[in-house]
Structures are given as structure tokens and as C-alpha cells.
């Protein structure tokens, strides 16, 4: 009788022990706890990504690109000026390298430039050399000085660099048109250039079937420039591109106008 009852208790006790085991699961458990939830508007925006990036990758998009230019009439200009000055000393050459700065800095002043519109630009003095029977010999000193004067009305340039060429400039380095227009027209030439991305975006897409849909990107190509045309005409250089616009004639050489560029790629959704 003690055997039966023993191995009884033995597999009672074993499947106690397989029941303490087992994980426990309950009805009441929220699916929060199982697992994460999404709301309907956070599923639309995770397609609308997923839709965005396969467009952006190359997908169902076209990309075309356009420039356009605009002419804008300058009114303001930049001269580079040079002061050159020899003397037989070091000493004695920037004493009256300065003397003829300070004459031209002053007429400048006088015509109505602003003080703030004139740069000492670049200074050098070297001295001046004598070969003779294979020696060198230091005869004296030379010193350039480069003033660079921004902000010169149109009207008045010609007065002005032939004043201030009798008060010691020895050398008009250049002579720089800008435009205060620039920025609207730069600003007019992107306009364009964006209509006329988008009419050569429709003909391409029509030509294949299909239909122009919302922009995808767009990007502006090549850097806004603040450069203009330089004119070298009082060094030599005849300009004879540059076109007479409203600007009047000034000692035989004329402002002309300025290409104001506006280049750039829009990718478009393509619709099939």
C-alpha cells in the first residue's frame, strides 16, 4: 500500500511544479501593453514620408531646369585709384606719398563723396634700382598707394576723375558700373526663371502623357553675385559690348547696362 501511495505523491508534485512554471496570461490586458499604437493621423503622415522620399528619389518626378536674364541701368560706380610717388629717401617718399593722398582724399570730400566710401585699399614702397657694370645701386624709393572709392553717382564720375587726376593721381586702375536696381532685378530674373521651368516641365510632360503636379524641390544654382562689368576704357581698354541705356555720354566711353542672371532646377511631382 506504501508503494502505490508513493509514486502518487510524486506525480502530484511534478505537475505542481511544470503548473509554477508557465508564464501567467490575463484577458484584461490593454493592447497598450502588448503592443504600441498608432493614431490614424500619425499613419497618413508616416505614408505621406514614405510617399515624399520615393518622389524624391527619382520616383514619379521631373526636373527641369531654367535661367533668365534681367538689364538693369547703373547709377553708382566704384573707381580704383593710384597714387604713385618717387623720392630720394624712404622718409621723404611716404612724407609726399601722403601729401598727395590727402589732396586727392580731399577733393573727393569736396565733391561730395562720404568719407566712409573711401578705402586705402593697398600700400607698397620698394626701392629703385641702378644697374650699372653688373652692380646694383639704390638710386631712391617708390611708393604706390591704391584708393578704392565706392558709391560714385553716374553724373558726377566724370568731373571726378578728372579733378582728382590733375590733384596727383598718377593711374585710374578701373572703373566699376553697379546697379542699387540689383536686387529687384535679380529678384524679377528668379520670377521668370520659375515660369519658365514650369511651362518647359508641362511640355515634357505632356509630350509623355502626363500632367505637372505640386514642386517638389527647387534650388537656386550658381551664387548670387555682387560683381559687375568692369569698364578699363581710361586705361586703354575700349568696352565695346557695353550699350548706351539712360546714362549720358561721359568722355567718349558709356556705362552701358548690366546682365542680372538668374539660373535654377525644380523637380515636380509627375502625374500619370
Not at 56 to 65: A, Y
Not at 110 to 124: A, M
Not at 198 to 215: E, I, N, T
Not at 241 to 262: H, L, N, Q, R, T
Request: aromatic residues 6%; charged residues 25%; proline residues 2%.
Amino acid at each position: 500500500m506504501k508503494k502505490i501511495i508513493l509514486p502518487a505523491v510524486l506525480l502530484i508534485m511534478a505537475a505542481c511544479l511544470t503548473a509554477c512554471g508557465m508564464p501567467k496570461s490575463s484577458s484584461a490586458e490593454s493592447p497598450s501593453e502588448t503592443e504600441e499604437s498608432v493614431s490614424p493621423a500619425e499613419e497618413g503622415d508616416e505614408v505621406r514620408e514614405r510617399e515624399g522620399n520615393e518622389l524624391s528619389n527619382g520616383e514619379n518626378t521631373i526636373t527641369v531646369s531654367s535661367s533668365e536674364e534681367v538689364s538693369v541701368t547703373p547709377d553708382i560706380a566704384e573707381v580704383v585709384y593710384c597714387v604713385r610717388t618717387q623720392a630720394g629717401s624712404a622718409a621723404e617718399c611716404q612724407q609726399k606719398n601722403a601729401k598727395d593722398m590727402s589732396a586727392v582724399i580731399e577733393l573727393l570730400t569736396g565733391l561730395g563723396v562720404r568719407e566712409t566710401s573711401i578705402q586705402t585699399s593697398d600700400y607698397r614702397m620698394n626701392p629703385v634700382y641702378n644697374y650699372s657694370n653688373n652692380t646694383q645701386k639704390v638710386v631712391g624709393y617708390e611708393a604706390v598707394a591704391t584708393l578704392t572709392v565706392s558709391d560714385i553717382l553716374i553724373e558726377s564720375l566724370d568731373e571726378l576723375l578728372t579733378d582728382s587726376v590733375s590733384s596727383g593721381v598718377n593711374t585710374v586702375q578701373s572703373v566699376t558700373y553697379k546697379a542699387s536696381g540689383y536686387d529687384e532685378g535679380y529678384e524679377e530674373a528668379l520670377t521668370r526663371a520659375v515660369a519658365a521651368a514650369y511651362r518647359k516641365a508641362k511640355v515634357l510632360a505632356d509630350a509623355s502623357g502626363a500632367s505637372v503636379g505640386k514642386v517638389i524641390r527647387i534650388e537656386e544654382l550658381g551664387g548670387y553675385s555682387q560683381a559687375r562689368y568692369t569698364d578699363y576704357a581710361r586705361t586703354g581698354m575700349a568696352n565695346a559690348s557695353a550699350k548706351m541705356a539712360e546714362v549720358e555720354d561721359m568722355a567718349g566711353f558709356m556705362a552701358g547696362e548690366i546682365k542680372v542672371e538668374a539660373k535654377i532646377a525644380v523637380e515636380y511631382e509627375l502625374i500619370n
